[in-house]
């Protein structure tokens, strides 16, 4: 579940044209860290 403030910043996120594609455990299994891509705007 995710709390409000990850959510608002991942819709944000979304907006600005950014696609969550991944989300792995970082350094620690309590760190997460999420993968994004957009188109390469030229």
Avoid: C, Y
């Avoid at 907006?15 to 594609?21: A, H, K, M």
């Avoid at 792995?24 to 030229?42: D, I, N």
């Amino acid at each position: 579940m995710l709390i409000h403030s990850t959510q608002a910043i991942l819709n944000n996120f979304g907006r600005d044209g950014w696609e969550l594609v991944a989300v792995t455990t970082g350094a620690s299994p309590e760190q997460l860290v999420a993968w994004f891509k957009r188109p390469v705007r030229g």
